[in-house]
């Protein structure tokens, strides 16, 4: 007599980089993960690499990290969503340097493997930009190759965003990576000169669906935002 065992469901995974720091990826990685649970759909986020943590009672802790924890409908452990975590609020490679340790981008790549739990959605949110050092070999893209899934860019609408995008969405192609969408991020209460005219010119140009348009919003709430984004792509 035996018995069938029930088959794995497959995640979906994105990672979510950014055209520099500060340009509001964790912000649109909440409002993903939003979306996504709106969609009756089941999401987990990862914070693999975190440099700026707060110590407290239960070690060091990471905002960016806090609020995917708070948005995604799986519960992790803060440990599980991020397994690095850095006091200063510095480089990766220089933060881990201070504390001699060193990154290991496998072990990296399977602890974050291993936290799907059967999810239909997980969103791996990164540190900084595309190029970021993670040791003195290799950068955060190096752990996206070694996960092979597709990338989405949040792109800070301020003046240079069209070379910084692009030049960003070349890179990921050239680490033959796909760009799975991106999304345009206004990051300031001022809008950009030709804020209209810019981000017709990354339409024409990104060759990668457009997941939205993300006006500022004072003391912003990443259901707010969800709204804005498109993620049947997805």
Not at 117 to 141: C, F, K, T
Request: charged share 20%; aromatic share 6%; with cysteine.
């Amino acid at each position: 007599m035996g018995f069938f065992s029930k088959k794995k469901k497959e995640t979906r995974i994105y990672f979510i980089t950014g055209t520099d720091t500060g340009v509001g990826k964790t912000l649109v990685c909440s409002a993903l993960l939003q979306a996504v649970n709106k969609a009756n759909l089941t999401s987990v986020a990862l914070k693999p690499v975190a440099a700026g943590c707060e110590m407290t009672d239960q070690g060091l802790v990471n905002d960016d990290a806090l609020e995917l924890q708070a948005n995604m409908s799986i519960e992790l452990g803060y440990e599980d969503i991020n397994p690095i975590a850095l006091e200063s609020a510095i480089a990766p490679h220089i933060a881990a340097a201070e504390t001699d340790l060193n990154i290991d981008i496998e072990e990296l790549a399977e602890h974050c493997r291993a936290m799907t739990h059967d999810a239909d959605v997980m969103l791996i949110e990164g540190a900084g930009g595309w190029r970021v050092p993670l040791n003195e070999d290799q950068y955060m893209s190096d752990l996206v190759k070694a996960l092979d899934v597709p990338v989405i860019i949040v792109v800070a609408m301020r003046l240079g965003c069209i070379n910084h995008a692009l030049l960003t969405a070349e890179a990921i192609r050239s680490d033959g990576l796909q760009v799975a969408g991106w999304v345009a991020n206004c990051v300031t209460a001022e809008n950009m000169p030709a804020l209209g005219d810019n981000l017709l010119a990354l339409r024409d140009r990104m060759e990668a669906p457009f997941l939205g348009f993300l006006p500022y919003l004072e003391n912003v709430d990443p259901s707010q935002v969800a709204p804005y984004l498109e993620i049947s792509y997805l």
